[in-house]
């Protein structure tokens, strides 16, 4: 089960920046927070991802609180390309020390013109 | 450069026929690969993830079932296809740890 929650959708104006929050109050100390995009029709695209300071790339900036039960994803001045489904997630550890993701139903951002 | 690769990327299938998806990685070895289903509007859902050849782990009781023949191989079947089957199938690959990428998806209607 996906250990976030996140807004159904938001709207952006093009060119302005656009602040996506995501909620995970149940994280553990080692649980990373990822960031991941999907357009329509296509693969998710991997944005970004933290675990406690906050982090920034040639795509967006992560913002986590300092209790991490909470983060936002920032991208600085949107474009019309940035409309899609933006997923918040927790990476899980098994017990068998694999890596997984339960990717939640996301937030669906529209940048309009 | 690691690519992964996912076909057919579309299908249709009748109700009780088989099913076999494939996906490939190139340029990376060992990798841990995933499958995952989103149906219509929905998130993504995790299938199967597989850490090694012929190590398989489910996360959901289901009608399908997958297979890693080889390394760099992932493969999504099913006997008997059912109406609830349909949906976006995405496989994804990952280093131990990091961040995992995902194909094209193959989009599955079964009818």
């Known amino acids: 089960d996906a250990k976030t929650t996140q807004p159904t959708s938001m709207d952006c104006a093009e060119g302005r920046a656009a602040n996506l929050p995501c909620n995970h109050s149940t994280i553990s100390g080692n649980e990373y927070v990822y960031w991941y995009r999907q357009i329509h029709s296509q693969g998710p695209q991997y944005i970004i991802h933290g675990l406690k300071n906050n982090e920034t790339n040639e795509m967006a900036s992560l913002i986590i609180t300092e209790d991490r039960k909470s983060s936002t994803l920032i991208l600085p001045h949107a474009t019309l390309r940035d409309t899609a489904v933006y997923y918040c997630?927790?990476?899980?550890?098994?017990?068998?020390?694999?890596?997984?993701?339960?990717f939640g139903s996301g937030t669906k951002l529209n940048v309009k013109p | 450069s690691q690519t992964i690769h996912q076909w057919p990327a579309t299908l249709v299938q009748p109700v009780g026929s088989p099913l076999s998806l494939e996906c490939t990685v190139e340029?990376?070895?060992?990798?841990?690969l995933y499958w995952y289903r989103q149906a219509a509007g929905r998130g993504l859902q995790l299938l199967f993830y597989?850490?090694?050849?012929?190590?398989i782990s489910s996360e959901v009781p289901q009608n399908l079932s997958a297979s890693r023949p080889q390394d760099r191989q992932f493969i999504l079947s099913s006997k008997k296809l059912l109406l609830s089957d349909s949906g976006f199938y995405l496989c994804a690959w990952s280093r131990s740890g990091y961040e995992q990428y995902f194909g094209p998806g193959t989009r599955l209607t079964v009818t």
């Open positions: 997630i927790v990476r899980v550890w098994s017990v068998d020390n694999f890596n997984k993701f339960y």
């Open positions: 597989s850490v090694g050849i012929g190590q």
């Open positions: 340029g990376t070895s060992n990798p841990n």
